[in-house]
């Protein structure tokens, strides 16, 4: 079993910037894709970025490339989602997602282990 927890969500002005993070267990974090999906009200679940488990395949929606950036740091088995340039549409909750397996990939269904995610509101 794998334990998923985000962390750094609030609320922020558009332009503005956060960085979430996420850390999961485990002692093989070296072999996990990582990805954060999001969620709006009354909205299903899309994906927002991934990051392979070698860290250097990333793969971006196209609503955020340009915007958004995905990174890891194997030391403190966490990955981080920077968010720039932030819009009224960027408010959702925020769900980091292991894939127990290499690639970076975009759909819920390839995520083996989840988190409660964090909230991300963007004022106008």
């Known amino acids: 079993q794998v334990q998923v927890v985000e962390s750094g969500g609030g609320l922020v002005q558009a332009g503005g910037s956060l960085r979430l993070s996420c850390g999961a267990s485990g002692r093989t974090f070296s072999t996990y894709a990582m990805g954060w999906f999001r969620q709006a009200p009354g909205k299903e679940r899309e994906f927002v970025a991934a990051?392979?488990?070698?860290?250097?395949?990333?793969e971006y929606a196209d609503s955020v490339k340009g915007r958004f950036t995905i990174s890891r740091d194997y030391a403190k088995n966490a990955v981080y989602l920077q968010l720039n340039s932030l819009k009224p549409d960027d408010t959702a909750v925020y769900y980091c997602a292991v894939r127990t397996g290499a690639g970076a990939r975009t759909r819920t269904s390839d995520y083996d282990y989840w988190g409660q995610g964090t909230q991300v509101t963007v004022s106008s």
């Open positions: 990051i392979s488990w070698g860290g250097g395949v990333t």
